[in-house]
């Protein structure tokens, strides 16, 4: 086997953990874990499970595909799909009973399709557009979305069993559309009754909101990226939730090298060494996902000190100084990781490169090995010994 260049690790006892804490804080709401994008870089079937074993009575992703990945792993709760398109396998999705969304009455007709196919009654949730202008029935077309999905209810096509909708602007609480966005879904919600439907959940929080606004709860809140551990909302969030990142990213030097005064670093030579100094060459770059953003910006922690990276990422490695210390070939640089060891994270990553940390963490992958640890189980130790 070749010697580990570069590797995520994930550490499923924090999700474990993250997700309790969650429960905690939102009870007597139920959790769904967002695990959509292969579980936003983590890996969607082992943090499904942790998720499972800290009490997630919900899954929830974006596509039937992601789904029915759950369910050939083992998963047997309730899963929650919501991102269609036309020519949807909605009979897997009912045979494998999870719940599907629909937005539109085509939907609603394929999914009859769909339960027509499969020879039993779909799981039907319906999300109401309150004002992300993103997925979602209008509001004008919500009355006879949920007039057609009742007569579906009576001719026994499905059971309606989720009312949602999805927050545009809940990582600012003070921000007015939250408000009209509640008032909004709290209007739908009476349209559906109206209607007669009686669904078993309604929803509308994703982690910030289930964090910060305990009036948009409801029945259930989707968390994604508070599962991992990483901040929804920085700057918001009450420090002492107690989230623990679950991952660290991490490679080894490939080689060290004094250069002299002057010096040119990396492509375009966007850096000069001022002085004499040592760099070390880390050997992952855009193309195992570190976002060429970073270039001159971010640090790694190499030999227990942050170091500036040094020039333009390029497609396989990047450079960072070391300020006069040889730590060897070899030696580990940690890109990212929890920040309790002094390394940066997620979200220092995400302020150097002005995106957020759910882009960080669900774009870096490339040719790194990933693998999970259990820091649960003692004999796990995640981010003590060098890859
Ligand atoms: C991704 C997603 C979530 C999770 O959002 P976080 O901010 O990561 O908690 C919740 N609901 C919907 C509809 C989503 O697409």
Redesign the pocket.
């Known amino acids: 086997m070749s010697p580990v260049r570069a590797e995520i690790v994930v550490d499923l006892a924090a999700i474990r953990h993250n997700v309790r804490r969650l429960r905690a804080l939102v009870a007597p709401a139920a959790v769904m874990t967002?695990v959509?994008a292969d579980g936003?870089g983590h890996g969607a079937v082992e943090s499904a499970r942790a998720a499972r074993e800290g009490g997630a009575e919900w899954l929830?992703v974006?596509t039937i595909d992601e789904a029915l990945e759950l369910r050939a792993a083992g998963d047997t709760g309730r899963v929650l799909a919501?991102?269609g398109v036309p020519g949807e396998d909605y009979a897997a999705a009912v045979a494998a009973d999870v719940d599907v969304t629909a937005y539109t009455l085509a939907e609603l007709g394929e999914i009859r399709d769909g339960v027509a196919a499969a020879g039993r009654p779909a799981r039907l949730q319906l999300k109401v557009d309150t004002g992300l202008s993103r997925?979602g029935s209008t509001v004008a077309d919500w009355p006879t979305l949920v007039t057609e999905a009742h007569a579906g209810e009576a001719r026994g096509d499905w059971q309606v069993t989720g009312v949602w909708s999805?927050f545009a602007c809940?990582?600012e609480p003070a921000h007015p559309a939250n408000d009209a966005q509640e008032a909004a879904f709290l209007d739908a919600l009476a349209a559906a009754e109206a209607a007669g439907l009686r669904p078993e959940v309604r929803h509308l929080a994703?982690?910030?909101a289930?964090i910060l606004r305990p009036g948009a709860r409801f029945d259930v809140v989707?968390?994604?990226?508070?599962?991992y551990g990483l901040d929804?909302a920085p700057g918001e969030t009450p420090p002492d939730l107690g989230l623990r990142p679950a991952m660290t990213v991490r490679a080894r030097l490939a080689l060290d090298k004094a250069v002299d005064a002057g010096a040119g670093v990396s492509y375009g030579h966007t850096w000069h060494a001022e002085r004499p100094t040592t760099l070390g060459l880390v050997p992952v770059g855009y193309g195992d996902g570190v976002p060429r953003h970073a270039g001159n910006t971010a640090e790694v922690l190499v030999a227990g000190r942050r170091r500036p990276v040094r020039g333009r990422i390029c497609m396989d490695q990047l450079v960072v100084d070391l300020d006069g210390d040889r730590p060897g070939a070899g030696a580990q640089a940690v890109l990212f990781g929890p920040g309790v060891h002094g390394e940066p994270t997620a979200q220092d990553w995400a302020e150097a490169c002005g995106t957020i940390s759910?882009e960080i963490v669900t774009r870096i992958g490339g040719r790194m090995q990933r693998h999970h640890v259990d820091t649960d189980t003692p004999t796990d130790t995640p981010s003590e010994e060098a890859p």
């Open positions: 967002v959509k936003y929830g974006a919501w991102l997925g999805h809940s990582d994703n982690s910030a289930a989707r968390c994604g990226l508070a599962s929804p759910y």
